[in-house]
């Protein structure tokens, strides 16, 4: 059974930090792509950062790179997102997402909420 199970979000204020973890079972982790989404109200689920199996690569959405980092531990099958000065519009409900490719998404978690707010 194909779990991912994301954890640590939270309400942070303007300026904070924040890290996500997302651990996966029941695939063969350290094949497979793992990706960051966010869904913010009203708005399309965007990409947050991807990064390739072995870690090796890791790609950003617009505006992210220099204030999150995306890295991966292949021997706990976990996937972190560390979030640095933190601004109001990254409120959004996190989501962590495998896929056997960088273009495709296999298996989805259920989401975690951070909210940033003063």
């Known amino acids: 059974q194909v779990q991912l199970v994301e954890s640590g979000g939270d309400l942070v204020q303007p300026g904070g930090s924040l890290t996500l973890s997302c651990a996966a079972s029941?695939?063969?982790?350290?094949?497979?792509?793992m990706k960051w989404y966010r869904q913010a109200p009203g708005k399309e689920r965007e990409l947050v950062a991807r990064i390739s199996s072995l870690g090796g690569s890791a790609i950003y959405g617009d505006s992210l790179k220099g204030r999150f980092t995306i890295s991966r531990d292949n021997g706990k099958n976990t996937v972190y997102l560390q979030m640095n000065s933190l601004k109001p519009e990254d409120t959004a409900d996190y989501y962590c997402a495998a896929g056997r490719n960088s273009w495709n998404n296999d298996y989805w978690g259920q989401g975690t909420q951070v909210t940033v707010s003063s």
């Open positions: 029941g695939f063969t982790f350290s094949s497979f792509f």
